[in-house]
């Protein structure tokens, strides 16, 4: 099992490969060609199980509808207003091709993929419908925008954004034993991620 990060344009979005007895994605940025020839590198991508989308932001999610017919789209149920005024807009140059979601996620669901399994968390506030993904064995969180490295935590200003929401999310996520954490944009941190998480609480307590 490996879990491979992929930085991807437009924005820098992190996307995560996960090379488990399963493969899947975790977030797949906003360039389709970047991201298909990525993963090449790797694995072929026809043997993606899964694309997990934390949001419908275009930088995380604006390649996904190529994915279509590949890996079973998943991505939360809340958030698929947002994903729908998206899909016809074009920010930066960034096309976002209309799909369909395979899975729609409400949170609380649980993917075997081997070795990892992942459990989805809806943490509204960055949007209506983020999600992170929980691996309990391993103690992994994969946070998407909610939050950060260095106590930094997901804008709540855009359109469909809500900081009392996110900070009741982040204080879910303050609650998990987590050792790893995988954000949606810079730098992971291993080991003692919780101490990460509480930071990131504390600030927002500050500010929102
Ligand atoms: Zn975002």
């Known amino acids: 099992m490996r879990v491979i990060r992929i930085v991807t344009p437009p924005l820098a979005a992190n996307c995560y490969l996960i090379m488990d007895e399963k493969k899947a994605i975790i977030d797949v940025g906003g360039d389709a060609e970047f991201i298909f020839r990525a993963l090449k590198r790797h694995i072929d991508p026809r043997e993606l199980d899964y694309v997990f989308l934390t949001h419908s932001h ?4 604006a390649a996904a509808g190529y994915f279509k017919g590949i890996g079973k789209i998943a991505i939360h149920e809340e958030e698929m207003k947002l994903l729908r005024l998206q899909r016809f807009a074009s920010v ?7 799909f369909e979601p395979d899975i729609l996620l409400r949170g609380g669901e649980v993917f075997e993929l081997g070795e990892l399994e992942l459990e989805v968390i809806h943490t509204p506030g960055h949007s209506p419908g983020s999600v992170c993904f929980y691996e309990p064995k391993k103690k992994w969180l994969f946070s998407g925008d909610t939050v950060f490295a260095y106590g930094s935590f997901g804008r709540y200003d855009l359109p469909g954004g ?3 929401l996110l900070l009741d999310s982040i204080e879910k996520l303050s609650k998990l034993d987590v050792v790893n954490l995988y954000p949606g944009h810079e730098d992971v941190v291993e080991g003692n991620a919780k101490e990460s998480i509480l930071e990131s609480l504390r600030i927002a307590r500050m500010f929102i």
């Open 58 to 61: 275009y930088d995380h999610a």
């Open 92 to 98: 930066f140059g960034v096309s976002f091709k209309a």
């Open 162 to 164: 809500n900081g009392r």
